[in-house]
């Protein structure tokens, strides 16, 4: 396997980078930020989204770093952790040059995904980004979370203005668009997606369940025994129902997944995982490629 402790020269920060092991000159790859929820680290999420398994096959570069805010506990900050990422950002288009970064995909969990709709307000990341997956850290439309994800701790307050809990804001930028979570974490999924209306796309047409028989490689231990079905068991095989948006303009991927008697912190298993990389790698990208031409 082709890992390294890539180090972001600005900060001293590492961060997981992970390439095929075959990976030639010039080749085009598909560039994943693998990006944490709040309490976790890029280990946890290496194992949670093992984009890694996928590298060879679907010629993938996936950076994956650790928040530095660890009190009061480890979550993302934009003061102390924004500039990390653009430069992790830099680091892996000047690495691999951005003419073969056929496309970049912002991924990211829980308070990672988040994270992720905080930067794709920025400038920066408005130019580079060609697609977000939540994992379950906010979907763009309306969607409810049930007060069984609240056990044990107090519902958010939200600013006035903001989104509801689980709710993205909107971002204004050109990309696709995949929400996966939980069927526990959700009170039901909407029919229909703003995103997916933004780009003339047809209704929600419902494909062939992915089924698997080999569990995710990671759950949340700490709550073993103390958790709920909203916030995740442990790691077992399952179903995912997937949903897509055709006809996408552009040709933009647009797709809602729902892993069937899942919560939050489950790992994502082999086959559904496959079929989220199918998704990123099918979707259009450019945006790199468009930087350079421009610089």
Known sequence: ????????????????????????????????LNIHGGGSVGAWQRAYFPAV??????????????AATKEPMRRWVAEADDEHLKNIVNFVFEKYGPANIRAFWLVGHSQGGMTSNRLLQQDFFQQRVDGWLSLSGG???????????????????????????GQAITPDVEMSFIFAVGENEMVALPEASPW????????????????DTEPGQIYDKLREGNSTAAWGLAARPGTAQVYVYP??????????VVRLDKGHTEGLEPNIMRTLVE?????PGGKAKALLAKA
């Open 196 to 211: 997916a209306e933004k780009y003339g796309a047809g209704p929600k047409q419902r494909l062939a369940d992915v089924v």
């Open 247 to 256: 006809n996408a303009r552009d040709g933009r991927v647009i797709a809602d």
């Open 53 to 66: 398994d996928f590298k060879e096959s679907h010629r993938l570069v996936i950076a994956t770093p650790s």
């Open 1 to 32: 396997m082709s890992s390294t402790a890539a180090v972001d020269e600005a900060t001293g920060r590492k961060f997981y980078l992970d390439d095929p092991d075959d990976l030639r000159p010039g080749e085009p790859v598909t560039f994943i």
């Open 279 to 283: 998704m990123l790698v099918s979707a």
């Open 139 to 165: 979907r763009i439309g309306p969607i409810e979370l049930p007060e069984s994800f609240f056990a044990g701790r107090a519902r958010p307050v939200m600013p006035e203005g903001s989104p509801r809990p």
